[in-house]
């Protein structure tokens, strides 16, 4: 069984700042998979950022990146130069290789942005 | 593409009430999933598909019923609603979560959000 604990309920920044947030992970998986998604205030899920467990180059996407650290079972996710649209849940999730289809999400990071 | 749809956008439904919640895709994904939202839950897997006729249990299956007879549409049915079974319900898909070391993006609709009084 997979498990994934986001330990910041609620984090807020400063617009042109950057932000970091804390997500970790159990898994028996040697093969895994782990993803940052954002949930804006229109409730859609959009896909963030994904990082393979194998690789062990940081993902990055624009001002997005993670601090993946294997051993410590630890995937965090930057924001640099914060936004007003970043303002949303952020969610962690994971899922196992093999024949494991199941994605475990954690329960979420409200990030709010102040101008 | 129209993606990811699912109907209705809410529902109200008294103890006791079935209905079916309706997703459909046009990107030929092979894997379609439901979650629930609640609140300071997160997302939770209640049942998904690896294709046409497979269909398995997630983490909170209890009370929710499945069937995948074509690639587009996986309906989630609630057999007798009941209060706890108020939510926010996504259906979502991908080609497949991973496959040949690579990790896929779901695709989520916009959800449903179902009450039952």
């Given at each position: ?44 899920m ?45 969610f962690?999730a ?9 994605l475990?999400f ?10 | ?34 979650y629930r939202q609640?609140?300071?839950m997160g997302l939770r897997l ?44 996504f ?27």
């Amino acid at each position: 069984a997979q498990t994934v604990t986001q330990s910041q309920p609620e984090m807020s920044v400063q617009e042109a700042e950057t932000v970091t947030l804390s997500c970790t992970y159990d898994t028996s998986e040697s093969d895994y998979y782990l993803f940052w998604y954002k949930q804006p205030p229109s409730r859609q899920m959009i896909l963030v950022i994904r990082q393979e467990a194998y690789k062990q180059q940081n993902a990055t996407e624009n001002r997005f990146s993670v601090n993946f650290q294997k051993a410590a079972k630890s995937f965090s996710l930057k924001i640099s130069d914060s936004q007003l649209g970043d303002a949303a849940m952020y969610f962690c999730a994971s899922v196992g290789g093999g024949s494991n289809y199941k994605l475990t999400f954690g329960k979420g990071t409200l990030l709010t942005v102040n101008p | 593409n129209a993606g990811v749809t699912q109907t209705p956008k809410f529902q109200v439904l008294k103890t006791g009430q079935s209905m079916t919640l309706q997703c459909a895709q046009d990107m030929n994904h092979e894997y379609m999933s439901w979650y629930r939202q609640d609140p300071g839950m997160g997302l939770r897997l209640i049942h998904y598909s690896v294709g046409a006729g497979i269909t398995d249990q997630g983490e909170v299956p209890n009370g929710y019923n499945v069937s995948r007879s074509t690639t587009e549409d996986f309906p989630l049915r609630l057999l007798s609603a009941a209060p706890s079974q108020t939510s926010v319900y996504f259906c979502a898909s991908s080609y497949s979560l991973m496959s040949a070391g690579a990790a896929y993006e779901q695709y989520f609709g916009p959800g449903t959000r179902l009450t039952v009084t």
